[in-house]
């Protein structure tokens, strides 16, 4: 089984060329992470300074049980859009034993909200108190897909400060 993460080569390669190194360990903290700590480090002796964990509202609200993923159905717009409270708090449960996860490697986490268009200001702001009150060094919107580079300049820099 592939541990989903790219080759030591590629970073080691990458630190000669920058001041920082940004690679996808994929599948999540509980998987992907785990396998860039526990193979990919430990083999190669690479350390990590931050890692980021990476969320939706939308899958916190399905991780909460707003509504069911079914295979080849597109999701309901309308429960997508739905700010749904209940369904968020509950599905933050997976964003802090994601953070847990991290945070048990002596990694600082930063916590990357990818902003959809449908995400409500009040969905935003739970699931950034909810993130640093599990003890992320920053929770910070993503709008990349909206705003290209400019949409990623302030997870960037919580990014540096973590590192530091």
């Not at 002796?45 to 159905?73: D, Q, S, W, Y």
């Not at 964003?95 to 945070?103: F, Q, S, T």
């Not at 902003?115 to 699931?127: F, G, Y």
Request: charged share 25%; glycine share 10%.
């Amino acid at each position: 089984i592939a541990h989903g993460n790219n080759s030591i080569l590629a970073d080691q390669i990458a630190l000669k060329l920058g001041d920082f190194v940004v690679t996808e360990s994929g599948f999540g903290a509980d998987i992907g992470a785990e396998k860039m700590f526990n193979i990919k480090c430990r083999y190669s002796g690479l350390k990590l300074n931050a890692a980021v964990v990476v969320c939706t509202v939308r899958a916190l609200k399905m991780h909460g049980g707003a509504f069911k993923v079914r295979p080849g159905r597109p999701l309901d717009p309308e429960l997508i859009a739905k700010e749904n409270m209940p369904a968020l708090e509950k599905g933050c449960e997976n964003l802090e034993k994601h953070i847990e996860n991290v945070l048990m490697h002596g990694i600082p986490a930063v916590v990357a909200i990818n902003r959809m268009t449908t995400d409500k200001d009040s969905e935003i702001e739970l699931i950034r108190q909810r993130a640093l009150a599990a003890g992320a060094s920053d929770a910070v919107l993503s709008e990349v897909w909206a705003k290209g580079g400019a949409g990623g300049e302030d997870l960037a820099r919580a990014v540096v400060k973590a590192c530091e």
